[in-house]
């Protein structure tokens, strides 16, 4: 009986020839996938510093401004009255638009001034349905807020809305961030979800399952642009990148660094926790550009490539 583990040779000197067309097939084949590996290898090359694009509700639309070397200075643009981040990558200029989870689908226009002309660009959003999610919460008053407890979080979104808008302009905004934690992605940026029941805004960050006391790391280098214990949020740490692009980590344990203190990639900042509304300990990362709460996993090229 023929053994199924054993190999078998082929003893033939001369090659079938089903054999070697397919063998021929196969070689031509391997040339094509060759080849498309390394047209794949380059076009990834070529848009290494720029975050994954995607017009959605939550995303972010990358949108070209035209060749560096025909502009004699960076284009400034506008969504609506915020400034919008602009970036140089292989000679050409592109305005990286943060978009709000509210944003509607359709048309929308980019305000740019490249050398003393302002004009209009037009760019789609395109619809996005993001999934439910249902959270039980054992403790009512995170839900249920007393009057005095909705008047404290009603003061702490309105300093976060203004820190959200923060601009300082830099020249070295690094658009690939490392992740915070290494952990499970437990809750997704944008789900709709629901505390006991009760619809509530949807999830603007994402969820990174870890123990408390887990180092978190800076995504990438900055500005600590405030530290703060909230009622929601928890200890909170803001770490402002520059061009309005703008790093939040939240439910932390204990916060290392101190306002307007600069920060490397990499660098612990803090030690996860469960402060705040939270059902366990995990890190909620958020990534605010242009004023808007954008999906972070668009900046974290190492989520792409575990993805894909
Ligand atoms: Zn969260």
Not at 57 to 63: D, E, L, N
Not at 95 to 108: E, F, I, K, N
Not at 270 to 285: C, D, Q, Y
């Amino acid at each position: 009986m023929l053994n199924p583990l054993k190999p078998v040779s082929l003893q033939k000197k001369t090659m079938h020839p089903l054999i070697a067309t397919t063998s021929r097939i196969c070689f031509r084949f391997g040339l094509f996938v060759l080849a498309f590996a390394f047209a794949f290898a380059f076009s990834g090359l070529a848009h290494a510093s720029l975050p994954q694009s995607s017009s959605v509700p939550g995303g972010i639309a990358i949108i070209p401004l035209g060749s560096v070397s025909a502009s004699a200075g960076t284009p400034q643009t506008w969504f609506g009255d915020q400034p919008v981040l602009v970036t140089a990558d292989h000679e050409l200029w592109y305005a990286v638009v943060g978009l709000p989870l509210d944003a509607t689908p359709g048309s929308h226009e980019l305000r740019v001034k490249i050398g003393g002309v302002t004009k209009a660009l037009d760019f789609v959003v395109n619809p996005k349905d993001y999934p439910e999610q249902h959270i039980t919460l054992e403790d009512k008053s995170k839900v249920q807020l007393s009057a005095a407890d909705l008047a404290r979080a009603d003061r702490e979104i309105a300093v976060i809305k203004e820190l959200k808008r923060h601009w300082r302009a830099a020249q070295d905004t690094d658009l690939a961030f490392i992740l915070p934690v290494e952990g499970e992605l437990a809750g997704r940026f944008g789900l709709h979800r629901f505390f006991n029941e009760e619809p509530r805004a949807p999830h603007a960050g994402l969820d990174v399952a870890v123990a408390r006391g887990t180092p978190v790391k800076a995504s990438a280098h900055g500005q600590v642009l405030a530290v703060d214990d909230y009622f929601f949020n928890g200890k909170t740490i803001f770490v402002d990148h520059g061009n309005g692009l703008i790093t939040m980590y939240c439910h932390l344990d204990r916060i290392d660094v101190k306002a307007g203190e600069t920060v490397s990639k990499g660098q612990p900042i803090g030690l996860s926790g469960k402060t705040g509304r939270a059902t366990g300990p995990h890190l909620h990362w958020s990534v605010m550009l242009n004023g808007a709460m954008v999906d972070p996993e668009l900046f974290v090229p190492a989520i792409h490539q575990r993805l894909r």
